[in-house]
């Protein structure tokens, strides 16, 4: 293989951990502060898509760009109305009553998605100025490629920032660790938990709305990106941002390599890479074991 | 200050507090004596409402705060200190200061991180490193610190002298002096009794979720009963 050829699938590559990064990063925030593993998290990411979609068949493909702040917006709230009626009774109880409720509402959404987009696939143009491909010697990489994995690479410093420098990050930090003692130390942790669950719905629904050029946009989206999801943060360790990022790195190179090898059995390497590593750290990369 | 009246809590099904009693007069400390399992933690736990009573009332500067949640009774001026090592061990010691200042309330002391660094140079030096890293009389450190950055009138001392070394116990008695006389009430709980009675102007002594015993201090110190009944710690610690 050619060096040429290599690195144009090592760039897909990093475009397909870009775009899991970002809806990983939301589910693992959500996760690690609250505990709850969010099946609806791949329907934020599908409204973030299909919301997408509207917006640009509306007002024309100048209204991309707005369409990429809209939708995730709407997609916050649509999150934290799912949070205030549905996750906050589910916090006290066992793990299948949270799970069966994060099923519900993707059950729900999935259904209501199909009620306002229909069942057929859509499509969204790439902007003009992302539009086309850049030549690098003998190589051409798609320029949109480009731009996602350059929002990736945003949004991972975004939350760096935030995590590391704001107090709203260090809180949700505290949560994580002894939501209990940051309540006592004075912290509305019920809002902190809104706030926490619109974040992650904002990530999955910006992460929806960036990959909408690269793919076609039908009410299927949510349960094959869920699934891809989990992987990758399952494969980073539960709650750890930085582990959604190398877990992303991963699941994108086995899958970049897999169809490179043998087309066929592409899928299978994905689940291939959560097998070797939990086999090595059975808590994902930067898990650390089950926090009491 | 502090005013509770009979209440009763429990975890699941088990009936832990049965109808204790007990109040914290403006810049008293008191002391809460009593064995592993007597209720001295669930007794905290119960005025945070952390885990809220199912009958009795709390009140807190002329306020029945029985039914508040926990942020708003930290809010109100009640900061609890936690045994053992809960910090936030994934922050470092600054922002673990910094998450526990609050806007200073009108009228409020103003105590600044500065003022902390103050009364512990230590943590001055060890401000970027992780909570997780720190020893167990820095960590107390920290703890009281961050306490104090919450501007409360009461503080709730949960077993401060557990696993500390005898010398940092020494330390922590000089800093429950300090907060008293910066106007704080206090009540702590101790299994430690010597320790904590030399600090106390009034002492409630539990057993089995109830109140056996309320005496000044100086009295408890004396009681023979007491010291039997208390012995074991006061041979520790003496």
């Given at each position: 293989m050619s060096v040429e050829s290599l690195a144009v699938e090592l760039l897909s590559a990093m475009t397909t951990a870009g775009s899991l990064f970002i809806i990983a990063a939301g589910l693992t925030l959500v996760f690690g502060a609250m505990r709850i593993a969010n099946i609806a998290h791949g329907s934020f990411y599908m409204y973030g898509a299909f919301l997408v979609s509207t917006i640009v068949s509306s007002f024309g493909g100048g209204a991309f760009w707005v369409s990429l702040v809209a939708a995730p917006l709407i997609v916050a709230t649509l999150g934290m109305v799912v949070e205030v009626t549905v996750l906050r009774r589910v916090y006290d109880k066992d793990h299948l009553t949270q799970l069966l409720a994060t099923y519900a509402v993707f059950l729900i959404l999935a259904d209501l998605?199909?009620?306002?987009?229909?069942?057929?696939?859509?499509?969204?143009p790439t902007p003009a100025i992302l539009s086309g491909s850049m030549r690098l010697g003998a190589a051409s990489f798609p320029v949109y490629d480009l731009f996602?994995?350059?929002?990736?690479?945003?949004?991972?410093?975004?939350?760096?920032?935030?995590?590391?420098?704001?107090?709203?990050?260090?809180?949700?930090?505290?949560?994580?660790?002894?939501?209990?003692?940051?309540?006592?130390?004075?912290?509305?942790?019920?809002?902190?938990?809104?706030?926490?669950?619109?974040?992650?719905?904002?990530?999955?629904?910006?992460?929806?709305?960036?990959?909408?050029?690269?793919?076609?946009?039908?009410?299927?989206?949510?349960?094959?990106?869920?699934?891809?999801?989990?992987?990758?943060?399952?494969?980073?360790?539960?709650?750890?941002?930085?582990?959604?990022?190398?877990?992303?790195?991963?699941?994108?190179?086995?899958?970049?390599?897999?169809?490179?090898w043998t087309p066929s059995w592409a899928p299978a390497y994905i689940y291939l890479a959560m097998i070797v590593v939990l086999e090595i750290r059975p808590s994902g990369l930067f898990g650390t074991a089950e926090m009491a | 200050m502090l005013q509770v009246d009979a209440i009763h809590t429990f975890y699941g099904e088990s009936h832990i507090l049965q109808g204790v009693s007990l109040n914290v007069k403006e810049g008293e400390v008191v002391v809460l004596l009593g064995r592993n399992g007597a209720g001295k933690t669930t007794t905290m736990r119960s005025i945070m409402s952390l885990t809220?009573?199912?009958?009795?009332?709390?009140?807190?500067?002329?306020?029945?705060?029985?039914?508040?949640?926990?942020?708003?009774?930290?809010?109100?001026?009640?900061?609890?200190?936690?045994?053992?090592?809960?910090?936030?061990?994934?922050?470092n010691v600054e922002q673990n200061l910094r998450l526990a200042q609050r806007g200073n309330r009108e009228g409020g002391s103003g105590r600044t991180i500065d003022y902390v660094f103050r009364?512990?140079?230590?943590?001055?030096?060890?401000?970027?490193?992780?909570?997780?890293?720190?020893?167990?009389?820095?960590?107390?450190?920290?703890?009281?610190?961050?306490?104090?950055?919450?501007?409360?009138?009461?503080?709730?001392?949960?077993?401060?002298?557990?696993?500390?070394?005898?010398?940092?116990?020494?330390?922590?008695?000089?800093?429950?002096?300090?907060?008293?006389?910066?106007?704080?009430?206090?009540?702590?709980?101790?299994?430690?009794?010597?320790?904590?009675?030399?600090?106390?102007?009034?002492?409630?002594?539990?057993?089995?979720?109830?109140?056996?015993?309320?005496?000044?201090?100086?009295?408890?110190?004396?009681?023979?009963?007491?010291?039997?009944?208390?012995?074991?710690?006061?041979?520790?610690?003496?």
């Open positions: 998605a199909i009620r306002f987009w229909g069942a057929q696939s859509r499509a969204v996602v994995v350059g929002a990736a690479a945003a949004i991972g410093l975004g939350l760096w920032i935030l995590l590391r420098f704001t107090l709203l990050g260090w809180r949700i930090l505290a949560a994580v660790e002894d939501s209990e003692m940051l309540a006592a130390k004075g912290t509305n942790v019920r809002l902190l938990y809104t706030m926490v669950f619109g974040l992650g719905a904002l990530l999955a629904g910006f992460g929806g709305a960036v990959v909408a050029p690269l793919q076609s946009i039908d009410t299927g989206l949510d349960a094959n990106i869920i699934v891809a999801a989990f992987i990758v943060v399952v494969i980073g360790g539960l709650g750890s941002v930085a582990g959604a990022a190398v877990g992303a790195m991963i699941v994108g190179l086995f899958q970049a390599l897999g169809i490179l | 809220p009573p199912r009958h009795g009332r709390i009140g807190f500067v002329s306020r029945d705060i029985t039914r508040y949640a926990p942020y708003q009774i930290a809010r109100l001026g009640l900061a609890f200190v936690p045994s053992g090592r809960r910090v936030f061990s994934s922050l009364l512990f140079p230590k943590l001055a030096e060890l401000r970027t490193r992780r909570a997780a890293f720190l020893s167990g009389g820095e960590q107390q450190m920290l703890k009281l610190g961050s306490a104090l950055l919450a501007d409360p009138k009461l503080l709730l001392l949960d077993e401060p002298s557990e696993g500390l070394s005898p010398a940092v116990v020494a330390q922590l008695g000089e800093w429950v002096r300090k907060l008293r006389d910066e106007g704080i009430s206090i009540l702590l709980s101790e299994q430690n009794a010597l320790f904590a009675l030399r600090l106390a102007d009034r002492g409630y002594i539990l057993e089995k979720g109830r109140v056996q015993h309320e005496a000044p201090a100086r009295e408890l110190l004396d009681s023979n009963e007491v010291r039997t009944y208390l012995g074991v710690k006061f041979s520790q610690s003496a």
